[in-house]
Nanobody
Framework: QVQLVESGGGLVQPGGSLRLSCTASGSGFRLNAMGWYRQAPGQERELVATISENGITTYTDSVKGRFLISRDNAKNTVYLQMSRLKPEDTASYYC?????????????????WGQGTQVTVSS
């Protein structure tokens, strides 16, 4: 089994910064594409940013120029550096990863989710 554990959320004033981290643990797995999603109360979960295994990134328009996604493959960790935060960035942020893992002689690829970390932007 693979687990994703997020950290780094909290309360920050508008214009401030936070860095989220998400670390995968388990055995024998391979992390493929990874990403961050967010969900505000009463709204659907939306994709914020993705990063491929070789570092190609994508961002939703509302965070371009403010957020930066990165990964450290040696640490099985993906980061989301959030700058110039706005109240509308307030949400629970979830880490997502496509994970390939062995089961006997067969390899499977599944999407895994973290438990979420709350980000609140307020003065």
């Amino acid at each position: 089994q693979v687990q994703l554990v997020e950290s780094g959320g909290g309360l920050v004033q508008p214009g401030g910064s936070l860095r989220l981290s998400c670390t995968a643990s388990g055995s024998g797995f391979r992390l493929n594409a990874m990403g961050w999603y967010r969900q505000a109360p009463g709204q659907e979960r939306e994709l914020v940013a993705t990063i491929s295994e070789n570092g190609i990134t994508t961002y939703t328009d509302s965070v371009k120029g403010r957020f930066l996604i990165s990964r450290d493959n040696a640490k099985n960790t993906v980061y989301l550096q959030m700058s110039r935060l706005k109240p509308e960035d307030t949400a629970s942020y979830y880490c997502n990863a496509d994970v390939t893992y062995p089961s006997g002689a067969v390899y499977y690829t599944e999407a895994y989710w973290g438990q979420g970390t709350q980000v609140t932007v307020s003065s």
